[in-house]
């Protein structure tokens, strides 16, 4: 795999409609499979009081904070409206069943939000 990417599992570690809580470079990391299978990979922390988003209720592409309800958007971290602000999205390669996270060395544009 290339510089600036980590591996952190299977798909099929993450139940569908779930998250894994990981750690990337000292952040705590969740990712999350829905209904589709895709894999999405936020900063777990949800914008408004910090919570944890590993632990919310997954819907198509979105998780729920357990915290306040507050809705965050998986492709892009981004709260729904009314709410705002975001967390931030960590690109993700799907190699086969393998999960790779950006670890934001290198080239890997870390700003934006990438789905497998």
Excluded: Y
């Amino acid at each position: 795999m290339d510089a600036g990417w980590v591996e952190i599992g299977q798909v099929a570690d993450i139940p569908r409609l779930g998250a894994r809580r990981v750690w990337v470079e000292n952040q705590p990391v969740a990712v999350f499979r829905t209904a589709a299978d895709e894999v999405f990979a936020l900063i777990d922390r949800c914008p408004h009081r910090g919570g944890p988003l590993s632990e919310g209720i997954v819907s198509e592409r979105s998780v729920t904070c357990p915290l306040h309800n507050w809705i965050v958007e998986l492709p892009t971290g981004c709260a729904r409206a009314p709410d705002e602000g975001g967390t931030r999205a960590i690109p993700v390669k799907l190699i086969g069943d393998h999960i790779f996270l950006a670890t934001c060395k290198g080239d890997v544009p870390c700003e934006t939000g990438a789905a497998a």
